[in-house]
């Protein structure tokens, strides 16, 4: 099975340079997504999703335009699954301590996470893209790859910030001066746009947190990237990156709604903000996990999800009742098909990438396959909190029909893992308001 993989990734990439015959590039595809890879070795599961992944990328490479929202394009969702799942088996490498898998599990790791990078600044979702590649650089020989990316991530996303734009920029000048033949072959226009902007002709400062208020648990929240600061994933340590300073963009409304977008936002913002303290005060101080406290924290961050469902159902005056408003469904009709007041909006990748955190938190009914290992793992720990038993455990995760086995540290990470969804969220919530108030005016 490993040499049938290596040929089918060797396959993968003649197809991209388009010397492969597709008839036969769609059959190998076929066939080995018809594997059920869970029951294969660790090294095998590897192997496939890597290619799995690579494969699902060059065909949405080759098919879409990466300036338009897409729903419901399997390309698109597949790349990031399998990926996701490369991801969940390279920590499954870790836990167990397979040392003979650890370099090919890094390698492959770093590839992954430079892959979803891509698809995630496609997506919308800007500022988990930016975590990414600072992942994917880890391996060396993704750096030149990486910083190219970066150049093109940066120069999309400054249109979202204010205070921070001229930084971003300073950085997609940066990698453009540096790769300046790769971008004035592919896209030279972009880069005499880019670098004809002014910039700061220093780097932001840096902070010292053992000279800031409540400086352990500051440096917590940026080291998580807990914080609804969209400069924090760009420099984590930086000046610009130390409040939560993402405001709500001004809504063109009645008084009323005006006021109703207003207060809800800020209901949402100080929800997160309260339970993200109370995450840290169970996690980090060195008192003994108080396991009820994490799971009510674990239990309030879906429920902010929601908060923003019922946003944007007033918002977008989606034909839905308040009581009705549920981040999980909110997107889909009664036939279960997208809504056609998101699908009007194939240019704002913001409500794209509110769409895409669903499908991270959630999964899909309509797509079986973007339910992920790391998705089903969120789900089944709520589930469980909210209906039946959680034992704490040393050990890995397990379950049956009525109690789930967890270690502090596992439960711990998970109510991180979502916390971070939730913060952007949050954060993408206003960049989508932001793009509609500005197509309201133009």
């Known amino acids: 099975m490993t040499n049938q993989l290596e040929m089918f990734s060797a396959l993968v990439d003649l197809y991209n340079d388009g010397l492969a015959d597709e008839d036969m590039f769609f059959s190998e595809l076929s066939r080995f997504e018809k594997i059920d890879w869970k029951k294969e070795n660790m090294i095998n599961q590897l192997l496939a999703y890597n290619a799995l992944g690579a494969a699902y990328g060059n065909l949405k490479s080759k098919s879409l335009d990466y300036s338009r929202a897409y729903y419901d394009n399997e390309y698109v ?3 990031i699954s399998y990926y996701h799942n490369l ?8 836990k167990e301590e397979w040392a003979a898998l650890y370099w090919t599990a890094f390698r492959l790791w770093c590839r992954a996470y430079l892959c979803i990078a891509n ?3 496609h997506l919308g979702r800007f500022n988990e893209a930016q975590q990414y590649y600072k992942l994917a650089a880890m391996d060396d020989k993704n750096a030149i790859d990486v910083e190219i990316n970066q150049g093109y991530s940066y120069a999309n996303m400054h249109a979202f910030w204010i205070e921070e734009e001229p930084w971003i920029l300073r950085k997609a000048q940066q990698f453009m001066r540096k790769h300046e033949r790769h971008y004035k072959e592919v896209a030279p226009e972009l880069m005499s746009t880019v670098c004809g902007w002014v910039a700061p ?9 053992s000279k800031v208020e409540n400086g352990i648990y500051e440096q917590w929240v940026n080291e998580n990237y807990l914080r609804i600061n969209r400069f924090c994933d760009v420099e984590q340590f930086s000046q610009l990156s130390l409040l939560d300073n ?12 005006e006021k109703l977008f207003e ?5 949402i ?9 109370i995450v840290f005060q169970t996690v980090v101080d060195k008192v003994e996990v108080n396991t009820e406290l994490l799971k009510m924290s674990y239990k309030n961050l879906y429920s902010i999800f929601d908060k923003i469902a019922v946003f944007l159902q007033a918002y977008l005056k989606l034909p839905v009742e308040v009581y009705q408003a549920d981040f999980a469904k909110i997107w889909y009709d009664k036939k279960n098909n997208i809504r056609p007041e998101f699908l009007t909006r194939p240019e704002n990748l913001s409500l794209l990438a509110l769409y895409n955190v669903n499908l991270d938190v959630y999964g899909s009914k309509k797509f079986a396959y973007v339910i992920d290992e790391q998705t089903k793992d969120l789900q089944r720990i709520r589930n469980f909190i909210e209906h039946k038993i959680v034992r704490i455990s040393d050990g890995p995760m397990s379950y ?43």
Do not use: G, W
């Open 77 to 79: 969702y597949r790349e």
């Open 87 to 94: 991801l969940y088996v390279v920590v499954r490498v870790t």
């Open 119 to 121: 698809a995630y600044d």
């Open 201 to 209: 002709s220093f780097d932001v400062p840096q902070v010292d947190f």
């Open 246 to 257: 993402v405001k709500l963009p001004y809504v063109s409304d009645t008084k009323e709604r």
């Open 263 to 267: 207060s809800s936002f800020e209901e």
């Open 269 to 277: 913002k100080k929800s997160f903000v309260d339970t993200r303290k």
């Open 400 to 442: 049956d029909d009525y109690q789930l086995a967890i270690s502090k540290h596992e439960l711990a990470i998970n109510t991180i893992r979502l916390a971070q969804l939730v913060r952007c969220a949050i954060i993408y919530l206003c960049n989508f308001v932001m793009h509609s108030e500005y197509d309201k005016c133009h």
